[in-house]
């Protein structure tokens, strides 16, 4: 199952351009396995939510990324029923019938949200979810910085995000070139000395963070980067001209042959 056209990301894309503070997370971590959730509960955050692909499974799958298992066995037994998961796909629209949320549902052990609007938009849905609990109480996970992390920023919630997804095969082409976009303008931010947000409760990163993330990529390996992705969009943009100039001289073909034929 694929995802529609997300218009709220669109637009906050613009909002991020004036502020781009909102797309910085409060941390940063390889993957769930680097996440103390007994620490986080402690440090006061009692309710968490998760983005899907690419920080729990692998891209529009149901089943949890067989490394996390014991990561997410902890977090559920930390965070038992105060635990969400808030997909882009799964739970929208897009999931006819929301076939694809009760999957993950049995599969993973832990609710899917139902939600009209998509991230970065929707906080109050979540909110009003884990009612009677105050934003600043709740984490939210996830791969994607103009998404999940916005989404988090908006409504003031503790910001984390996963930087080694599971797996680009399968994933979205777009999603894939934004996520690299994302990572290159996080180092550069970074360089620039730009911090998230300041969030209400003070986390010890030492007590909450099991090990430290990688160090932001050198402004050579960001240009060394730049130039890989434009090359693979000129290669692309190339295939596909050829593909068309294909299928239209075998239009042709076939239209001279229908008239030879008469």
Same mark, same amino acid.
């Given at each position: ?25 409060? #941390?940063?971590?390889?993957? &769930? ?14 309710? &968490?939510?998760? %983005?899907? @692909? ?15 298992? %014991? ?6 037994? !930390?965070?038992? %029923? ?11 629209? =897009? /999931?006819? =019938? ?5 999957? #993950?549902?049995?599969?993973?052990? !832990? ?7 998509? *991230? ?22 996830? @791969?994607?910085?103009?998404? @999940?992390? !916005? ?7 503790? +910001? #984390?995000?996963?930087? /080694? ?14 996520? $690299?976009?994302?990572? $290159? ?9 730009? *911090?998230?947000?300041?969030?209400? #409760?003070? &986390? /010890? ?22 130039? &890989?992705?434009? $090359? ?12 068309? +100039?294909?299928?239209?001289? *075998? ?7 229908? +008239?030879? +034929?008469?």
């Amino acid at each position: 199952m694929g995802q529609s056209f997300n218009l709220h990301g669109v637009l906050q894309s613009f909002r991020v351009l004036l502020s781009p503070r909102l797309m910085v997370p409060n #941390i940063i971590v390889r993957d &769930i396995r680097d996440i103390n959730f007994e620490q986080l509960h402690k440090s006061g955050i009692t309710a &968490i939510a998760f %983005d899907k @692909d690419n920080c729990l499974t692998p891209p529009y799958g149901k089943d949890l990324y067989p490394p996390f298992e %014991d990561a997410w066995k902890r977090c559920r037994d !930390v965070y038992k %029923d105060q635990v969400v998961i808030v997909s882009n796909s799964a739970g929208t629209q =897009d /999931d006819k =019938d929301h076939q694809l949320a009760k999957a #993950i549902e049995f599969s993973l052990q !832990v609710q899917v949200l139902r939600h009209r609007q998509k *991230k970065p938009a929707g906080g109050d849905e979540l909110l009003s979810h884990f009612s009677g609990i105050r934003p600043a109480r709740i984490a939210f996970v996830g @791969d994607r910085a103009l998404t @999940d992390i !916005v989404f988090g920023n908006n409504w003031g919630m503790l +910001t #984390i995000l996963t930087r /080694d997804v599971v797996t680009e095969e399968g994933d979205n082409p777009m999603a894939k070139r934004i996520r $690299r976009m994302e990572h $290159r303008a996080l180092a550069f931010l970074d360089s620039m000395n730009i *911090k998230p947000r300041s969030h209400p #409760i003070k &986390i /010890d990163l030492h007590d909450v963070v099991m090990q430290p993330p990688p160090p932001p990529k050198t402004q050579e390996e960001v240009k060394a980067q730049a130039a &890989i992705d434009t $090359r693979e969009a000129k290669e692309a943009a190339e295939q596909k001209a050829k593909e068309a +100039t294909e299928s239209h001289a *075998k239009g042709e073909h076939f239209s001279e042959k229908k +008239t030879t +034929t008469k």
